[in-house]
Every structure is written in C-alpha cells, then in structure tokens.
C-alpha cells in the first residue's frame, strides 16, 4: 500500500462516515502527506450512504441509533485520536469549500470525473495531464438539438425561485442559442417546471393546470430546489385537491411520472449547474411531435386477378424445383450408401452368425435362471406372518 501511495501522481480520498477512524485508511493518508502528494477529497453527502458531516466527526457521533439519530459509538479511532495534520487536512477542505460532492446520476458523475482530471492539474506542476480536455459529447449532440420554443413555469412571487429562472436562462441561451423561450404556454413546444415551495398555490398553480391540458407528459421537464426555506415538499403533490378531477390527475402525474433534476447553481459547483442544463436540453428535445416531419410511403396492395394468379404459379414453380433438387440428392447418396453398404455386409456376415449363436446360448442360460427364480416368488407370496 506504501509503495502505491508512493508512485501515484494524486492520492484521492472517498470521505464517508467513519473512514477516518479506520487505522489502515489513515496510515495511507499520512503516507500521501509524507510524500507530498495532492490530495483531492470526493466527499458522501447523501444519507442513504452514511455521509460525512464534519460537525459529527468533530463530536464522535458516528453511529446511528435505532430512531435514525445520530450518537456516538464504538469507533476504532475517535475524532482526539486521529493525526493532528489528518484533521487540519479535513478541515481545511471543509472550510475552504474544496471538497467535491459524489454524485450518481450519470450526467452528474461524468462531470465529476473531468472535474477531478482538473483539479488534479491545478494542484501539482508536475502533472501533465488534465489541463486540456476534449469535448464531452453531450455539448456536440446540444448543438444538434432541432430549436424549441420553451416555457419556464416557476413560482413569480418567490424571490428564489425567480433567481433560479434567471440563472437557468442565461445558461440555456449560452448552450443552446437556438432555443427560443416564450411567454405564453400557447406558443411553447416544451416546458420546464422549478418546483419551489408554493408552486402548487396561486397563479402558478393556475399555469400548471393550463399547460398539463395543452402538453403530454414528455414534452415537460421538472427541476426542484432540494435545501432551503423554500425547498420543493414532494408531499405537496398528493395533498393537492382540485374541484377539477381531471386535472389535478394530470397535475400530479405531470410531477411524479418524472425523474426530476435536483437543481445546482453555478455560484457552488459550475461543472454541475453545466451538466445540468445539457442534460434539460437533451431531454427537451423529447416529445410527441419528432416524427411529424416523416414522410410515410403507403404501398396499395393490388387486387387484380391476374397478379394473384401470376404469384401463385411462381410460388409453385419455385416449390416444385426445390422438390425434385432434394430428391436428386436424397437418390445420389442413396446410392453411394448402397454401394458402400455392400461391401460392408459381406465381411460382416461370418461375425454377425457367431453373434447370434452366443445370444442363442445366453438366451438359453437366462431362461433357466428364470425358471428356477418363479417357483420361489410364488412361494414368498403364500408365507403370512
């Protein structure tokens, strides 16, 4: 393990819950400080996946107790027992906000992996990869993306939400300048929804019921606010009740049929906020009308009796002459058979008739032991105990 931390050029360090009290993690971590390495931490963040709080660490609270709290525990080295220069690492990170979050989603890890190449090449002179990065694909399929008129739906009277609006057109119009956002859900093809914490109330609410009547499903996009004051209740969609039925069934499938973008500002993380709206776009040009263009050749069948009979007989003609091929093979090896045969039954004919005189005698052996063999069944059977 030494000599890996050793000949490595970055050491990175996936930051859980309890990986600093584990002994062999940090010896690997003071290796790295040993031998001057940069260090990029990829921290946990979610709470399924035991994530790394620095406030809990710095308190041993590390184990979660049956309720889901948090409390401390059995830990093989607490927060005092970890290296001193290990812990102003951690810290420093924390504070100075260089940590990268772990993400899943496919177009937020492949952003981290490029967000990892550069960071790598800002931190040591000595690495020569990771300045210059291709392209990803995503942005070349973007700008290939047919132009759309797009509305974004959010909630006007929220000041969060109304930065989030400005935040996501500007990056939309940068990425995808052929994208043309309209003011009317009448004139848009598409739509994109920030779920705030009142967008099911007031005039938002009203917007929301228009445009599900006016689009399908795949024609819209949601993105929620995850954290804050006015971060997005997914409770909020089934305790919504509309005089309407009908409409707030589409309402409520309208948000839940979807797998909805968390939403991530470039003033955090630009290389997220980035992936992000490409994403939004490659899935804005989704929808009923892709095919609306094609042209579709319908063929006619024919109903003339003079085609159907010409059909027929060709049909037979063919069948007849796969007919008479597959019995001038079945006659040609028929007779190679044959001949071959021949000479095999005449060499064969002494030993088949020295075969059949020893299965005579066997036949002869068998049935006596048979014979004697009944007598004492039918005896067996009268015995009563």
Same mark, same amino acid.
């Given at each position: ?309 010409? %059909?027929?007989?060709? *049909?037979?003609? !063919? /069948? &007849?002459? +796969? =007919?008479?091929? #597959?019995?001038? @093979?079945?006659?040609? $090896? ?9 000479? %095999?039954?005449?060499? *064969?004919?002494? !030993? /088949? &008739?020295? +075969? =059949?005189?020893? #299965?005579?005698? @066997?036949?002869?052996? $068998? ?19």
């Amino acid at each position: 393990m030494k000599a890996g931390v050793r000949d490595s050029e970055v050491f990175l360090m996936f930051l859980t819950n309890s990986l600093l009290s584990r002994p062999f993690c940090l010896k690997e971590i003071g290796w790295a400080l040993d031998f001057n390495k940069p260090i990029v931490i990829v921290v946990e963040t979610e709470d399924r996946f035991w994530p790394f709080d620095l406030k809990r660490w710095q308190t041993n609270q590390c184990t979660k107790a049956p309720d889901g709290s948090w409390t401390t525990g059995w830990l093989s080295r607490t927060y005092e027992q970890c290296p001193k220069r290990i812990r102003k690492l951690v810290e420093s990170q924390a504070r100075n906000g260089e940590m990268l979050p772990f993400r899943r989603r496919d177009f937020e890890f492949d952003a981290l992996a490029r967000a990892l190449l550069s960071r790598s090449f800002t931190l040591s002179d000595s690495i020569a990869w990771g300045e210059i990065l291709p392209e990803p694909k995503e942005f070349r399929e973007v700008r290939q993306t047919p132009p759309r008129n797009v509305y974004l739906l959010y909630d006007e009277t929220s000041r969060v939400a109304t930065r989030m609006v400005i935040e996501l057109s500007l990056t939309l119009k940068k990425i995808w300048p052929q994208g043309d956002f309209v003011s009317r859900i009448e004139e848009a093809d598409r739509a994109a929804i920030l779920l705030t914490g009142d967008l099911l109330s007031g005039q938002s609410l009203e917007k929301l019921s228009r445009l599900v009547t006016s689009m399908e499903a795949t024609q819209m996009q949601c993105i929620y606010l995850l954290e804050g004051e006015e971060c997005w209740d997914w409770g909020a969609v089934g305790r919504l009740s509309l005089e309407d039925k009908v409409i707030q069934q589409k309402v409520q499938e309208s948000i839940w049929n979807h797998e909805a973008y968390k939403w991530r500002t470039s003033r955090e993380l630009y290389y997220e906020h980035y992936a992000l709206v490409v994403s939004l776009i490659g899935r804005l040009k989704w929808g009923t009308d892709e095919v609306d263009d094609v042209e579709i050749e319908i063929v006619e069948e024919s109903s003339s009796e003079e085609e159907r009979v010409e %059909e027929e007989e060709e *049909s037979s003609s !063919e /069948e &007849e002459e +796969e =007919e008479s091929s #597959e019995e001038e @093979e079945e006659s040609s $090896s028929e007779e190679s058979s044959s001949s071959s045969s021949n000479e %095999e039954i005449n060499s *064969s004919d002494t !030993e /088949e &008739e020295e +075969e =059949e005189e020893e #299965e005579e005698e @066997e036949d002869t052996e $068998s049935s006596k032991t048979v014979e004697t063999k009944r007598p004492i069944k039918m005896k067996k059977r009268k015995v009563k105990i």
